[in-house]
């Protein structure tokens, strides 16, 4: 079956412009996440979506960084006016269950978007 | 605290070689949930094992096995033979019971020499 898929896979833009990056995660999985991984780091937890509940927004670095998640399924990550420390691979993860005891907690992961802020 | 550590940061080692990657990790939970990713140079991050704190029995799946000491705090994971399909970044994840969030390792990058 189809994969958490994303894109665009690369994007490049100028210091300054807001962008948007764009997740369709497994098709039935209730929970989302939104990574960051700098160059040469681990993952940075940016946010989590499960299923209709408020998202756990803990990990967005900044107000510029926003998420949403329409219909339970697709989402999008806004970074308003980019700065070039913003440049990273940012990475979605899609679970059957997020939070579950049980293996439907488990994460698959997009090939992730590579950003690069000018 | 929720921590994971992978101290190695990059290993290289002779094709056919048997190697181990450490994970150590700190919880305040007393039932967690660890992970190991594989994620080549396609980037793209695989999932390998998920295990339960509760549940220490060893895994082996072909050439991996995984070493899981509740007593260490450690998850190590040893590829047997290794293979040149096996050079990727390995990270080491931690859900605690209570939380949505999954903490990852820096990862550790394998080189696999042929």
């Known amino acids: 079956g189809a994969g958490v898929s994303q894109s665009p896979s690369n994007k490049v833009t100028e210091k300054g412009k807001d962008v948007e990056l764009r997740c369709d995660p497994i098709?039935?999985?209730?929970?989302l996440y939104w990574y960051r991984q700098s160059l040469g780091q681990g993952l940075e937890f940016l946010i989590y979506?499960?299923?209709?509940?408020?998202?756990?927004k803990s990990g967005l670095p900044s107000d510029r960084f926003s998420a949403e998640r329409t219909g339970g399924s697709v989402s999008t990550l806004t970074i308003q006016r980019t700065q070039q420390e913003d440049s990273a691979v940012y990475l979605c993860?899609?679970?059957?269950?997020?939070?579950?005891?049980?293996?439907?907690?488990?994460?698959?992961f997009g090939p992730g978007t590579r950003l690069t802020v000018l | 605290a929720q921590k994971v550590t992978q101290a190695q940061t990059e290993i290289s080692v002779v094709e056919k070689e048997d190697v181990t990657l450490d994970c150590v990790y700190e919880?305040?939970?007393?039932?967690?949930?660890l992970f190991w990713y594989k994620q080549p140079p396609s980037g793209e991050l695989v999932f390998l094992i998920r295990?339960?704190?509760?549940?220490?029995q060893n895994e082996i799946s072909g050439r991996y096995s995984w070493n899981f000491q509740k007593s260490t705090s450690s998850f190590n994971f040893t590829i047997t033979a290794s293979q040149v399909v096996d050079s990727a970044v390995y990270f080491c994840?931690?859900?605690?019971?209570?939380?949505?969030?999954?903490?990852f390792g820096t990862g550790t990058s394998l080189t696999v020499i042929p």
């Open positions: 994840a931690l859900r605690g019971f209570t939380g949505n969030q999954f903490y």
């Open positions: 098709s039935g999985h209730t929970a």
């Open positions: 993860a899609s679970s059957l269950v997020g939070g579950a005891s049980g293996s439907t907690d488990t994460q698959y």
């Open positions: 295990r339960n704190s509760f549940d220490e």
């Open positions: 919880t305040r939970d007393t039932t967690y949930y």
């Open positions: 979506f499960q299923g209709n509940s408020a998202p756990d």
